[in-house]
């Protein structure tokens, strides 16, 4: 997760996903931030991005 970070990577959080299971947006990693699709598709733009989803 350290070479994600420093390489400039970042993690997005389903909204609905926190929220259901109660987890405190606070305790993410700090390149994470909690978004939805329309943040994730916005991010991605018109350029082919590789995407998971677990």
């Given at each position: 997760?350290?070479?994600?970070a420093?390489?400039?990577?970042?993690?997005?959080?389903?909204g609905?996903?926190?929220k259901a299971?109660?987890?405190?947006?606070?305790?993410?990693?700090?390149?994470?931030?909690?978004a939805?699709?329309?943040q994730?598709?916005?991010?991605i733009?018109?350029?082919?991005?590789?995407?998971?989803?677990?």
């Amino acid at each position: 997760m350290d070479r994600f970070a420093h390489a400039g990577g970042h993690y997005i959080a389903c909204g609905i996903c926190v929220k259901a299971k109660g987890v405190d947006p606070d305790s993410l990693v700090d390149n994470a931030e909690v978004a939805g699709t329309v943040q994730l598709w916005e991010w991605i733009g018109d350029d082919c991005t590789a995407t998971f989803s677990f």
